[in-house]
């Protein structure tokens, strides 16, 4: 396929007219074509006109041609074949096992919502019928059932071009919930953008979806984000990227005459707490771990290690002092863009000229360009406590270590963390008492527990938890990945004394959908 | 029992050091003993202190306990007896019967949360159990279930001093859902605040709850309500009243350090559709039930019907005559409060001002001090469509109707609606088609669908919605009333690769508590 840079509104192939970006390769600082120009304020008013037009229709299909829907949405990614995975690989440096892994988890998210989809169980059907004969008053049949809160509008993440992008998780879970996207394609790889939003326009077109039921938009700078956010017709925002995006999404959600949730993926050190009897039996594997962890993809995960929290002392030393030899051998990495290359330059150089802070190792320097060299910087709890900056998340392979006097200052300092992702436990059993006295306040913090594994890696299945506490997310009530991630983008509508004629499907006294509804207070089975 | 006036922090009885306030009779504006004295911020920082230390021993307490807290409440209230009843008359000049219905109904409240946290459906507890043998990576064991989001701040309503105030709905689903609750009492009702504030905390000693579940502060002026909201130990907020009172809680709540969701009800003008086959055959019955709901408690309900539309025509002149006549045979009534009344008056005076908007009917004019008048207005579509103030909330007993020349225009009219709690349908067998037009707008506009029955009663149940897109509430995915209110304040943990003693019981592999997981992808039977 050759690459257009163009727009797609609904189904029409569209040249922007704004100021234009274009792919960068990082691993050479080389341009890449097409250039893709900008989207305008019409042109974000028809995609958001379109995808408005669809709400009726789409929110009204069938949860099986729903389910058609995502299924060949991921057909049609998997029929790019390597153009997708060789385009990806120019614009992000990521090497081509990893994008193809995570194609094949972008495909498997996609399928996995549409079980989810057939399954109906996020309808979460509600019946009361009707009691005519009650006392002192009759009750009303009611029945209750969710609806799609209408067109969502979501941003590609720099660090996932695929899992997290215009297919991604966020374009999943809103389609699955029956509400048409606008994507706002991440600048840092418009052509992998271009080529998985035509294969999604291809497979509305094969499943008669209404045109507006996806656009995929690109813009140089905040305009056109702030324009789709603005728009009254949108009732939703998916975003997953900095602190500082996220805080302006949310602001202009806010400023609306309507507010609109944002769902914000935003920032996370994702602490990680070595518990006496772990740290004395394994700190040699648990410093391997650590780093295997903490350099993956250049450290450009959301789930990324940023702190570590143990006892100070002999095994916490020979810990640090293992870590540090392997962060001095580890290799540079090509990072994602030139900007989160120098965000990460930034943060790391902050750290060192920080006084609370020692430096402990840095890894091997690159010669390329946007070169990742993974930092350990060691402190004390009192000094962490101290001073707010190093909570601060540093994008990419940095690490902070805090020493703790005893386990009240560990608390101390579990209590002082703003939310997180993740919250990882390496203990043994005899570190059992310790660790059930913290979980009270790790579970306040952080949306995933998880015990002697590392937070990198994030499952799609019904159990994850992707989100937590604020600045983690937006909104700790729910989770960007995952099969509830479904229920973001739903509202529940109650039904009085309808004719049976007049309620949607999902409510009608034949339950033609097989749900198992919460009938009369008793679940169905 | 004796009103002291004072405040309830946890179990201790602390007199307020700030300006009071005072119950007033309003049906004769005399001012009612005792004087109630403001929460210093001292005494918030006091009450959330103790709410923050209830959180970990009130989340972590069985679900039967928890029902049996809740049950107890319902019991306590029902042992304050006829004190309670006359005191509430007393101070917000309801009837009798009203509030001995609307005591059955809060306690009636209380133990269905009661049944409801037993069940443990709110828990969503999802299993994806460890594929060790999984290609190419393995999957860990992952286990998911909700938790208490933290300390909840509820302010009492004005219209409900017993359903959505100390006790009611917010108050229940929040203790239901394992968060602590302080309670901001309503001014107009301190009294009956005091009453059933000392009913809760005698429950919580008898049952042996942590101390802090529950508080009850009061204060003139919006000083303690904003220092709750922006106390950091507070994870959100319950409200139930004006549109401006909600707006100044949600920007307190997202100018914290940490934004914590606010749950407000605020406004909602309620439409009724009369469909044109329901008008014609039965216009005096629809004019008949169409004023007793407008008058109810003098107008003052969140679903009171304040805009009426239909088609222009011999039958709808033929309601809107009969609806005047019933109306001007209406008795003046009590408003709660003297505020009330005066913003009732000013919102009626306006509409009678705007030359948009005719004057149809005036009820009876009453002899003491704030007596509510109905009102009936009549304007046309294109005015209605051309002044936004034809949409405010009139909260009393006023009503616009709205006539439309054709079915384009009733639709325009809807879709130019701002969110509402309910949209109530008219209709007879020859109207069905019409109405499934108009059934996707008016499912985007409001909470509440119903079908040839009248806004006002809202049934306490599983399937209830009183909620609906902004302004009728700050989040449309949530209700207030209902069982689902629980959900409000809950948000998902997950727990990966635990083992299984330090796992929270619901997620223990024996499923102690006997929950129907979704295990592996599959609904436990």
Redesign the interface.
């Known amino acids: 396929m050759t690459l257009t840079g163009h727009m797609l509104i609904g189904q029409h192939t569209v040249a922007g007219n704004r100021a234009a970006i274009r792919g960068i390769n990082p691993a050479t600082g080389a341009e890449l074509e097409p250039a893709y120009a900008g989207g305008s304020a019409g042109q974000v008013e028809q995609a958001c006109a379109l995808a408005s037009a669809a709400?009726?229709a789409y929110?009204?299909t069938s949860l099986d041609a729903r389910a058609e829907f995502l299924q060949s949405i991921a057909a049609e990614i998997e029929a790019l074949g390597d153009e997708l995975i060789e385009r990806a690989m120019a614009e992000t440096g990521l090497p081509r096992a990893r994008l193809q892994?995570e194609r094949a988890r972008t495909c498997q998210q996609l399928r996995l919502f549409a079980?989810t989809v057939q399954a109906g169980?996020w309808l979460?059907v509600?019946?009361?019928p009707a009691q005519a004969q009650r006392q002192?008053?009759p009750?009303?049949d009611?029945?209750?059932r969710q609806?799609p809160?209408?067109p969502v509008v979501v941003f590609g993440a720099s660090n996932f071009p695929l899992a997290f992008s215009v297919a991604g998780g966020d374009t999943a879970s809103a389609l699955a919930a029956g509400c048409p996207v606008i994507v706002k394609a991440h600048g840092a790889h418009p052509g992998t953008s271009e080529l998985v939003g035509r294969a999604v326009a291809r497979a509305a077109k094969a499943c008669g979806m209404p045109e507006g039921v996806f656009s995929l938009l690109y813009g140089c700078g905040h305009e056109v984000g702030i324009a789709l956010v603005s728009d009254p017709r949108i009732k939703a925002v998916g975003f997953t990227g900095s602190r500082s995006g996220g805080l302006a999404l949310?602001q202009a959600a806010?400023a609306r005459a309507?507010?609109i949730?944002v769902y914000a993926e935003m920032s996370s050190i994702n602490p990680v707490l070595l518990f006496p009897a772990a740290l004395h039996n394994r700190a040699q594997a648990l410093a391997e771990g650590f780093v295997t962890s903490l350099t993956m993809g250049a450290g450009q995960f959301c789930t990324n290690p940023g702190l570590v929290i143990a006892r100070q002392g002999p095994a916490l030393d020979g810990f640090v002092a293992a870590a540090a030899e392997r962060i001095k051998t580890s290799a540079a990495q090509t990072m994602l863009t030139p900007g989160i290359f120098h965000a990460y330059d930034a943060a790391v150089k902050a750290l060192a000229h920080n006084p609370r802070a020692r430096l402990a190792a840095v890894g091997q320097a690159g010669t390329g360009p946007n070169q990742c060299q993974a930092h350990l910087f060691v402190t004390d709890a009192a000094d962490f406590l101290a001073d707010h900056r190093l909570q601060a998340e540093a994008f990419g392979a940095a690490s902070l270590i805090v020493q703790c006097a005893d386990d009240a200052e560990i608390l101390q300092v579990c209590t002082h963390l703003?939310?997180q992702l993740t919250a990882t436990l390496h203990l043994d059993e005899a570190d059992?008492e310790q660790?059930?006295a913290l979980?009270?306040t790790l579970?306040?913090k952080?949306?995933?527990?998880?015990?002697?594994?590392w937070p990198t890696?994030v499952?799609v299945?019904?159990?994850?938890?992707h989100?937590g506490?604020?600045?983690a997310t937006?909104?700790?009530?729910?989770?960007s990945v995952g099969t509830?991630a479904i229920l973001r983008f739903?509202?529940?509508?109650?039904?009085?004394?309808?004719?049976d004629?007049?309620l949607p499907t999902a409510l009608q006294q034949s339950n033609p959908l097989h749900l198992?509804r919460?009938f009369d207070?008793q679940?169905e089975?």
């Open positions: 709400l009726d929110g009204d892994g079980r169980e979460d509600r019946i009361d002192p008053l009750r009303a009611l029945r209750q609806v809160l209408g949310i806010q309507e507010p949730p703003e939310g059992l660790v059930r979980l009270p579970e306040r952080a949306g995933r527990l998880l015990v002697n594994g890696g499952e299945c019904d159990a994850m938890v989100g506490p604020f600045p937006s909104d700790s009530r729910t989770t509830a739903l509202r529940p509508v109650c039904y009085q004394d309808f004719p004629s007049l198992r919460l207070g679940r089975r």
